[in-house]
């Protein structure tokens, strides 16, 4: 399996289709839409970083041609007309949980121009940089408990951070191999040679400098290095924020259930929701698949395909059964999809024309397909979905207001969302 992205980045560092009734809203329709839904209080957000092929998963096309259908079959899931590819056996076992966008559509098939656009809402500027999704829940939701309410597992990308946002709103990065038993997170102990009666001299000592400074100089520095170390003190010497890092209080088979790389990060955001995050990102590096493609999603090291089938299957089931599901908003999804021809390679490069997305818990209408494309998956052939879309969807499902405004460092106001429409078949069908 190839070690780097195309671009370069190390992967290291109905049937029930709806028919998209697209509603741009006033305040009081957005206010309206939002009591209806049940009510999302946190959210995983499952990253496919690479771009993975929706020709290959979630929107296949059986009657085309062999060069853009490829090899895989379709399967029937839980709901009756809807099949996804056959090597996701277990997440059609869960679709009536399941709402699939299959329309997304952008102009942008670089990885990272792209991965900005999907995340913000925002096409990329140089002029500015705007916040991810986590990073504004953070700031709105996050409410000083030990846990941080950003966490990225392992890491964060660049395009995920807080923008023009102060830095503390940015997520915390677990930053491990989350497939080992020894699991030890970063920065949940006390550095050495330092004791809790230290550290806590040591945060006095802190909040009386930042207090002064403040009182001479309001810049961002200032303002985040108190949130900082605050949030540093609550991580270490609370029991519960280490115990919700804590994979070895699973049971092996549980371990076992959830998978690979990506099941041990998505079952390390179940507990870190159990725990009182706010957002939760996962993020699962190996989806440019240029060659080989068949290869890569089924097998490779391991297969992307089974990885998450495991993950998002366990996941979806544990916070159903401990009740989490109806408040906590799932989302998987990757920068842009595949080309509908397979290339020379055997593999399929980037295609931002169309892209298929997953909803699920937090208030979304599960068992269903939103949109159609076209006979080749090329474009979609009813009810696109822009990212400008997505964001006004996802954030009105979190229950944050689409339409507000915040402040950069200088002083501009910037609408949270510009543009876009909510997709409203995620709540209403």
Same mark, same amino acid.
């Given at each position: 399996?190839?070690?780097?992205?195309?671009?370069?980045?190390?992967?290291?560092?109905?049937?029930?289709?709806?028919?998209?009734?697209?509603?741009?809203?006033?305040?009081?329709?957005?206010?309206?839409?939002?009591?209806?839904?049940?009510?999302?209080?946190?959210?995983?957000?499952?990253?496919?970083?690479?771009?993975?092929?929706?020709?290959?998963?979630?929107?296949?096309?059986?009657?085309?041609?062999?060069?853009?259908?490829?090899?895989?079959?379709?399967?029937?899931?839980?709901?009756?007309?809807?099949?996804?590819?056959?090597?996701?056996?277990?997440?059609?076992?869960?679709?009536?949980?399941?709402?699939?966008?299959?329309?997304?559509?952008?102009?942008?098939?670089?990885?990272?121009?792209?991965?900005?656009?999907?995340?913000?809402?925002?096409?990329?500027?140089?002029?500015?940089?705007?916040?991810?999704?986590?990073?504004?829940?953070?700031?709105?939701?996050?409410?000083?408990?030990?846990?941080?309410?950003?966490?990225?597992?392992?890491?964060?990308?660049?395009?995920?951070?807080?923008?023009?946002?102060?830095?503390?709103?940015?997520?915390?990065?677990?930053?491990?191999?989350?497939?080992?038993?020894?699991?030890?997170?970063?920065?949940?102990?006390?550095?050495?040679?330092?004791?809790?009666?230290?550290?806590?001299?040591?945060?006095?000592?802190?909040?009386?400098?930042?207090?002064?400074?403040?009182?001479?100089?309001?810049?961002?520095?200032?303002?985040?290095?108190?949130?900082?170390?605050?949030?540093?003190?609550?991580?270490?010497?609370?029991?519960?924020?280490?115990?919700?890092?804590?994979?070895?209080?699973?049971?092996?088979?549980?371990?076992?259930?959830?998978?690979?790389?990506?099941?041990?990060?998505?079952?390390?955001?179940?507990?870190?929701?159990?725990?009182?995050?706010?957002?939760?990102?996962?993020?699962?590096?190996?989806?440019?698949?240029?060659?080989?493609?068949?290869?890569?999603?089924?097998?490779?090291?391991?297969?992307?395909?089974?990885?998450?089938?495991?993950?998002?299957?366990?996941?979806?089931?544990?916070?159903?059964?401990?009740?989490?599901?109806?408040?906590?908003?799932?989302?998987?999804?990757?920068?842009?999809?595949?080309?509908?021809?397979? #290339? *020379?390679?055997?593999?399929?490069?980037?295609?931002? /024309?169309?892209?298929?997305? +997953?909803?699920? !818990? =937090?208030? @979304?209408?599960?068992?269903?397909?939103?949109?159609?494309?076209?006979?080749?998956?090329?474009?979609?052939?009813?009810?696109?979905?822009?990212?400008?879309?997505?964001?006004?969807?996802?954030?009105?499902?979190?229950?944050? #207001? *689409?339409?507000?405004?915040?402040?950069?460092?200088? /002083?501009?106001?910037?609408? +949270?969302?510009? !543009? =876009?429409? @909510?997709?409203?078949?995620?709540?209403?069908?």
């Amino acid at each position: 399996m190839q070690t780097r992205r195309c671009d370069g980045v190390r992967r290291r560092d109905m049937l029930r289709v709806g028919s998209l009734a697209f509603l741009g809203m006033t305040l009081p329709e957005w206010q309206q839409l939002r009591a209806s839904v049940a009510g999302a209080k946190s959210c995983i957000f499952i990253w496919l970083d690479g771009g993975p092929s929706h020709l290959d998963t979630f929107d296949l096309k059986p009657d085309a041609p062999i060069e853009i259908r490829g090899n895989f079959k379709p399967i029937p899931t839980a709901v009756p007309g809807i099949h996804i590819c056959e090597h996701l056996p277990k997440i059609a076992r869960h679709m009536k949980k399941l709402a699939v966008v299959r329309t997304v559509t952008s102009a942008i098939g670089e990885h990272d121009q792209a991965g900005i656009y999907l995340n913000t809402g925002y096409k990329p500027t140089p002029a500015l940089v705007y916040p991810g999704y986590g990073a504004v829940v953070s700031k709105l939701k996050g409410d000083g408990e030990a846990i941080p309410p950003y966490i990225a597992a392992p890491h964060a990308r660049p395009y995920m951070g807080p923008g023009y946002l102060p830095g503390s709103f940015g997520p915390f990065n677990v930053g491990d191999d989350l497939r080992k038993h020894t699991l030890k997170v970063r920065d949940m102990d006390f550095p050495i040679g330092m004791s809790e009666e230290r550290m806590s001299r040591r945060r006095s000592m802190v909040e009386k400098l930042d207090s002064f400074q403040r009182a001479v100089d309001e810049s961002a520095a200032s303002r985040d290095r108190g949130s900082y170390f605050e949030q540093a003190y609550r991580l270490v010497t609370a029991p519960a924020a280490k115990n919700a890092f804590d994979l070895s209080q699973e049971s092996e088979a549980t371990r076992r259930r959830y998978g690979s790389k990506i099941g041990q990060s998505c079952l390390l955001a179940r507990r870190l929701v159990e725990g009182g995050a706010k957002f939760v990102t996962v993020v699962d590096v190996g989806w440019d698949t240029h060659l080989k493609i068949d290869y890569n999603l089924t097998y490779g090291f391991p297969g992307k395909l089974p990885g998450l089938d495991a993950a998002l299957s366990s996941l979806l089931e544990d916070l159903d059964d401990r009740g989490l599901l109806d408040t906590t908003l799932v989302v998987v999804m990757g920068e842009f999809g595949r080309t509908p021809k397979i #290339n *020379p390679r055997g593999g399929r490069d980037h295609w931002p /024309g169309a892209n298929s997305m +997953l909803f699920a !818990g =937090g208030g @979304v209408l599960g068992g269903q397909v939103i949109g159609r494309t076209d006979a080749r998956g090329e474009l979609p052939a009813e009810n696109p979905v822009s990212p400008e879309d997505l964001a006004r969807t996802l954030y009105t499902l979190l229950g944050v #207001n *689409p339409d507000q405004t915040f402040e950069t460092s200088d /002083g501009r106001p910037i609408q +949270l969302v510009h !543009g =876009g429409r @909510v997709i409203r078949e995620l709540t209403t069908g």
